[in-house]
């Protein structure tokens, strides 16, 4: 039996099929181009599960979805993407009347968390913070080994944490927000204070072939020497451990994982993260807690694949 796992991005919607030991037997992915509308989205993504059905047929057996945003887990519903700009879209229903395949529908830092807790950590840490570090900041909990959604279906909203009282404007509205420091639009933004000739910075540090003013590029520079880029990005873990260490005095995890296109730069940032979490006037929390960094870029999608199969063979 297999199941297919879907992660909706701000830039990028991935699809995978897993096995139930989580092996990827594919993997699909299409721009998101959120501004065309949810209909439409929904459509285009009706029609990539039909592609893999006819590759796969009855041994696909579920759907299981992560989506960037607030949402509500019982009905399917995206409530509020900040990254998408989208209120209150059925997901789950109608994909399952294009499909006929059951959906469970979760954020998508609920689903990288499951996909920590089953294939990172093969279920031997019960008590797993997971951040999501791309585009703006998730995260999601897995407390005594269950996923954990609160009273509303809204836990973990760790990117919309203020820490930085009336201090940088986030996509959600607010200011002073965790995502409005340390997520790829606010680098790169505090990147361009800083840096004079992006031109040239673009010339000497993108990836070939992508020539982007990206976090890649940021890293690239950081790796070379650049003073400026290895300052942004000793500023990002600064903000990144402040933000971590209130939610690890919360919630006293076992594991924290740190996972997405962010995490790529953990060289660069990870010292000034640990020096904010070292400096805490409480230190237990801080003895027992491991800090992990996950190389899979696909975690989300692996953990919406097997949440869904388990959901749907129980």
């Known amino acids: 039996m297999l199941g297919i796992g879907i992660d909706i991005g701000g830039t990028n919607t991935k699809l995978v099929v897993v096995n139930r030991a989580g092996k990827p037997l594919t993997h699909e992915r299409f721009k998101t181009e959120s501004s065309k509308g949810a209909g439409y989205f929904i459509k285009r993504l009706g029609a990539a599960v039909e592609e893999l059905r006819r590759d796969y047929g009855r041994q696909l057996v579920s759907i299981g979805i992560g989506a960037a945003g607030d949402v509500d887990p019982e009905r399917g519903v995206l409530r509020f993407s900040p990254n998408l700009g989208w209120r ?12 006929g395949l059951p959906c469970s ?11 920590a807790y089953e294939i990172e950590l093969r279920r031997k840490s019960g008590n797993i913070l997971a951040l999501t570090l791309g585009t703006g900041i ?15 279906g809204s836990a973990g909203e760790a990117g919309h944490l203020k820490i930085v009282p009336d201090g940088r404007q986030c996509h959600c509205g607010g200011r002073g927000c965790l995502e409005a420091y340390c997520g790829s ?8 204070e800083l840096i004079r000739n992006e031109a040239a910075f673009i ?7 992508r020539e982007k003013f990206n976090t890649i590029c940021l890293t690239n520079a950081a790796a070379a020497g650049h003073a400026m880029a290895r300052r942004v990005w000793a500023e990002t873990g600064t903000f990144l451990g402040r933000g971590l260490a209130g939610l690890i005095l919360v919630l006293n995890p076992d594991c924290v994982v740190l996972t997405g296109g962010v995490s790529r730069a953990r060289r660069w940032f990870l010292p000034a993260m640990r020096r904010e979490l070292e400096c805490q006037q409480i230190k237990t929390p801080f003895t027992k807690v491991r800090i992990r960094i996950s190389d899979d870029a696909d975690l989300g999608s692996h953990g919406a694949a097997l949440f869904g199969l388990e959901k749907a063979l129980k």
């Open 88 to 99: 209150n879209v059925k997901i789950a229903g109608p994909l399952e009347k294009l499909t």
């Open 105 to 115: 529908m979760e954020n998508d830092a609920n689903m990288a968390a499951w996909g």
């Open 138 to 152: 998730g995260s999601g909990l897995i407390l005594d080994g269950k996923l954990y959604h609160g009273a509303t």
């Open 185 to 192: 639009y606010a680098i790169l933004a505090r990147a361009r």
């Open 203 to 209: 010339r000497k540090f993108a990836q070939p072939g």
